[in-house]
């Protein structure tokens, strides 16, 4: 059994399955069956396929990085923007060879994309060769899944969106060395107006701390550095649980585990970042000194119309309130250019706000429509060519700012978790999820290094001062 596979506590109606399938698997092959899974989109889905590679090492399965010669391929797909979803109808529109090469290989589809119906309509009228497709809250199945194609039955759709329970105990595979994803919490109920996520993913259910607490030892205890906490909304986790919890005192809780980690989180939504989150942060030692928190637009005009419930100004007061407890902590966050009818005016604001913060990162889309999204019903008057225009604009005054940021840390010494070896140089990220390179030697990966840092290129350069 590989070592990186965690149990869980009760994943029992799945158990008899996995067993099924195992034997079957075995009465089947002289050779170890392979499972190839491709992940798109966030963070979240990337936990979900942690599971679901834990779950198809149960079965039996070794896991390849081919989809060449396997015998179960699986694609986790993304449906929060166009393109995401254009790579995976190519994507899965090529394994027909595999299929007629190998016509015992069992080809899955899951994810937020088959979670719209019409997208899983299509997959089951014009991709004839794809054998399971599921939905996002059913995941944990994929055993009986497996267990029901091998045993004839020739195509399994299942898509049951019902906010149950959260599926406690499945178990997964940490393939991110040392750095380990722990979900916090499932769903979203923020209902932004682009945004597609709450009805793919159904409504918000935090797990009990216990759960994410235990997630994190067994992490530990394998060698993980860095835990990172996920979830579409984590300041609102808790919502719904018996235990009197939040995400700041679950940030308390994680933090008291003993051992030297580093923890991050993911994703904030400002309208619910509190004094008390801000609080916790600061008091929490292995709690990085960055926060990443998605703004989406500088104009108060288009935040109402996203339903994002904050202003620029009540933006700001989180940042300032932030840096006064953490003078040092750094932001990165998401923008929408070119959401409908966005503005020169309005654009000109985002701009405002990108200069205002200083953030150290962005990640930056161009705004997609989502059929089902109120967005989605909104005129439009701007044209492609102007959001592209704006697009770049955006890159350069952030190209512009992360400099900025980037030499404002020189002599500052930090302490970096040590990610790659290259070529006499360690590369890692430090407790402001900067990028920070040194010379060093292999030995430092999943170590964590004390650097001074001594210049800024487009990422920071140091010298260690012990490790
Ligand atoms: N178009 C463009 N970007 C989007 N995002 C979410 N929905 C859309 C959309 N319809 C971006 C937001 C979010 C990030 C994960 O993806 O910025 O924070
Ligand atoms: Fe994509 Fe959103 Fe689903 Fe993540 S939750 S995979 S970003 S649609």
């Known amino acids: 059994m590989n070592s990186n596979v965690f149990d869980g506590r009760d994943y029992s109606s799945q158990s008899v399955y996995i067993k099924h399938v195992a034997e079957i698997l075995e009465g089947r092959k002289a050779q170890v069956p392979k499972a190839c899974v491709t992940t ?14 834990g779950l198809l090492i149960k079965m039996g399965y070794e896991l390849t990085d081919s989809p060449e010669g396997a015998d179960f391929i699986l694609f986790n797909t993304c449906a929060v923007r166009e393109h995401a979803e254009d790579r995976v109808w190519g994507n899965v529109g090529a394994m027909k060879k595999f299929k007629e090469k190998k016509p015992s290989l069992i080809l899955a589809v899951c994810g937020c994309m088959v979670q719209q119906k019409k997208n899983a309509e299509r997959f089951l009228k014009s991709y004839p060769y794809v054998d399971i497709i599921f939905g996002t809250q059913v995941t944990h199945r994929l055993p009986e899944f497996i267990y029901r194609r091998l045993s004839g ?22 393939d991110g060395g040392f750095k380990g994803f722990v979900p916090i919490m499932y769903g979203c109920d923020n209902f932004c107006s682009y945004c597609i996520v709450p009805y793919v993913r ?48 679950l940030l308390r809780a994680v933090n008291a585990v003993p051992g030297d980690f580093r923890i991050r989180f993911m994703t904030s939504n400002p309208k619910d970042c509190t004094e008390e989150l801000l609080d916790s942060m600061r008091d929490c030692k292995k709690v990085e000194r960055h926060l990443h928190l998605p703004f989406q637009s500088g104009s108060d005009a288009v935040l109402s119309r996203m339903n994002r419930k904050y202003t620029a100004a009540s933006y700001l007061e989180i940042i300032s309130a932030a840096r006064e407890r953490m003078p040092d902590i750094t932001f990165t966050s998401d923008i929408i250019v070119g959401f409908p009818d966005e503005s020169e005016e309005d654009f000109e604001k985002t701009l405002e706000l990108v200069r205002t913060v200083g953030f150290s990162a962005l990640f930056t889309f161009i705004y997609s429509k989502r059929d089902g999204t109120p967005a989605a019903a909104m005129p ?41 070896y290259s070529a006499g140089f360690v590369y890692g990220k430090d407790e402001h999820a900067l990028n920070v390179k040194f010379a060093g030697d292999e030995s430092l990966i999943g170590c964590f290094a004390d650097v001074t840092v001594k210049s800024a290129g487009d990422i920071l350069t140091g010298e260690m001062i012990k490790k």
């Open 380 to 420: 439009d008057g701007v044209t492609r060519q102007q959001k592209g225009v704006r697009f770049d604009r955006l890159l350069r005054t952030q190209e512009e700012m992360a400099k900025r940021v980037l030499g404002g840390m020189v002599g500052k010494n930090v302490r970096v978790l040590c990610e790659e």
């Open 202 to 249: 159904g409504r918000e259910r935090s797990r009990n701390s216990a759960a994410v607490t235990e997630d994190v030892k067994k992490l530990l205890a394998e060698g993980v550095k860095e835990i990172m906490l996920l979830g579409q909304n984590v300041n609102s986790y808790g919502k719904g649980l018996s235990e009197d919890i939040n995400f700041a005192k």
């Open 153 to 174: 039955e020739r195509r399994i759709c299942e898509l049951t969106l019902d906010n149950g329970d959260i599926a406690e105990g499945v178990p997964f595979y940490n």
């Open 40 to 53: 798109y989109g966030c963070q979240q889905n990337v936990s979900d396929s942690q599971h679901i590679k």
